[in-house]
């Protein structure tokens, strides 16, 4: 395995896989490496010849500074993992070497980023997209692995691989959970024990509007959850929503959708934390 920080030696190395005609295999992150990115990394091993993994905490998707400051970072350690699940590369690089200057660009993806994240964290699908492109055009991967953990994001992502017409595809992998069901983030990092006790009430909460979700009365099993986590003093709720998982439109009372998904975001102990849950091909029959 090896390290890079530049890309012209993360390109050096696509060339030679192309002209082999080896498939890149591709997982994104931020680093602070967990079994859900491990999960992934996994996968891309298994579904590709090589793996590259980046590791690069992206500036432009932050929008409150201290965020960005407080995010967990552990080069070190990530690499250690990354070796044990046999990735090939690792790209890891300075802010101020991947954006020589700051891009003028921004991307907008209309209703898919006007809700939930998009709405909360104005600017941050736009950071995303821009780095995401600059990443996929750097490594070229024939697939690229996301955690479905960040759903909203995996929403915006295969919109831009269709918009701007990248040749790749993208893998949703499912969410990994911790024995309690919490859903495991770089961010649980910064909880303390009670903290990621107290966590794990939010997956319940979601478990509890999947079983009593009814299309004619989706407001029911949200408010359900809701009632349920409000139990709890040291849950701050952000936002708990129904929505199509694939437009992040509101799920509507009698509307039929495939996929519904019960989304979330709260703080626990000051730190953020997202989550969600989909009823998969509702009422196909499946
Ligand atoms: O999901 C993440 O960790 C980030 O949003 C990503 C995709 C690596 C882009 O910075």
Redesign the pocket.
């Given at each position: 395995m090896e390290v890079v920080h530049r890309k012209d030696l993360v390109k050096y190395h696509v060339r030679n896989w192309q002209n082999q005609k080896k498939t890149i295999g591709f997982v994104?992150?931020?680093g602070a490496l967990h079994e859900g990115h491990l999960s992934l990394v996994r996968r891309a091993r298994a579904e590709c010849d090589v793996v590259v993994v980046?590791i690069?905490v992206?500036p432009l998707?932050f929008n409150q500074a201290a965020d960005l400051e407080k995010y967990p970072r552990n080069l070190e350690a990530d690499c250690r993992m990354l070796e044990a699940e046999q990735a090939d590369l690792i790209f890891a690089p300075d802010a101020d070497a991947f954006y020589e200057r700051i891009p003028a660009i921004s991307m907008e993806f209309g209703p898919l980023t006007s809700v939930l994240e998009g709405e909360m964290r104005p600017g941050h699908f736009s950071?995303?997209a821009v780095?995401?492109s600059r990443?996929f055009h750097i490594v070229e991967p024939a697939k690229a692995y996301?955690?479905s953990k960040?759903l909203q994001?995996v929403a915006v992502?295969k919109r831009l691989i269709q918009d701007l017409d990248f040749n790749l595809q993208l893998v949703a992998c499912p969410t990994a959970r911790n024995e309690d069901g919490l859903a495991l983030s770089s961010r649980n990092a910064r909880l303390s024990p009670a903290g990621l006790k107290t966590a794990s009430q939010l997956n319940k909460g979601l478990s509890l509007a999947m079983a009593e979700f009814d299309i004619q009365n989706p407001d029911a099993s949200q408010m359900a959850a809701k009632r349920f986590l409000e139990k709890f003093s040291d849950i701050e709720l952000e936002y708990l929503e129904w929505v199509d998982a694939d437009t992040m439109e509101p799920v509507l009372p009698g509307i039929p959708v495939s996929n519904p998904a019960i989304c979330l975001a709260a703080r626990v102990e000051g730190v953020r934390l997202i989550d969600n849950m989909v009823l998969e091909n509702h009422g196909n029959g499946c």
């Open positions: 994104p992150t931020m980046s690069f992206n998707q950071g995303v780095v995401v990443l996301f955690g960040d994001q992502v």
